[in-house]
């Protein structure tokens, strides 16, 4: 199985991006899907994860109200809206993967995109 992040960019604070990732190789319908996301010189955060079926989301307190997570099961692809952006969501994000539940913890997804740099500048 791959996951493959982008959509990454240079940004102004208050701009918009969408990060996408698609998965190939499994059936992507049986994964919980989130987004981490790594500052330079800081610990991998959970930012948000969707549901097998998409009826339920999970967002970190940081991006509630300005980061939106859906999933296209059709296209094996799942999307991070990301609005209001402010300098400190400045990280390299990563997609992941796992099979059980909704988790915001990272040990506890077993696949990885290689990540994509989204840098918001002030």
């Known amino acids: 199985v791959q996951l493959a992040a982008f959509g990454g960019g240079l940004v102004q604070a208050g701009g918009s991006l969408r990060l996408s990732c698609a998965v190939t190789?499994?059936?992507?319908?049986?994964?919980?899907m989130g987004w981490f996301r790594q500052a330079p010189g800081k610990e991998r955060d959970f930012v948000a994860a969707i549901r097998k079926r998409g009826d339920t989301t999970h967002y970190a307190d940081s991006v509630k109200g300005r980061f939106t997570i859906s999933r296209d099961d059709a296209n094996n692809i799942v999307h991070l809206q990301m609005n209001s952006l402010k300098p400190d969501d400045t990280a390299v994000y990563y997609c992941?993967?796992?099979?059980?539940?909704?988790?915001?913890?990272?040990?506890?997804?077993?696949?990885w995109g290689q990540g994509t740099l989204v840098t918001v500048s002030s």
């Open positions: 190789g499994r059936t992507f319908s049986n994964y919980v």
């Open positions: 992941a993967a796992n099979p059980f539940a909704l988790l915001p913890t990272a040990s506890h997804y077993g696949l």
